[in-house]
């Protein structure tokens, strides 16, 4: 069974009222997803890990997903909880807070 967390790895920059969150999120078996603020950004495709596959082959074939999302900041506290999720529900999270400007 998979007990490995997906990998996560983000970073924010805030500018001209608005947060960009940049990086990388990837699992050792495909089938990641990325959610930011419960909204879903990526799937990997679902085709190792409980399937069957090849023993000469990784458990996923697929690389880094490459994180590059922009949001305009509302006025007072914006909040940013960025997930990565595996196909067994295994989670890694971060969370961001930026300031808006009114």
Known sequence: MDVVKPSLAVSENVEN??????????????????????????????????NSHDQNQPLNPYPDYQINQSYDLTPGRNTFTVKAIDQVGNVTTKRFVANGQG
């Open 17 to 50: 009222n608005r947060i960009r969150l940049t990086g990388t999120v990837n699992d050792n078996v495909s089938g990641v997803k990325l959610d930011v603020n419960g909204n879903n950004l990526f799937s990997q495709q679902k085709d190792a890990g409980f």
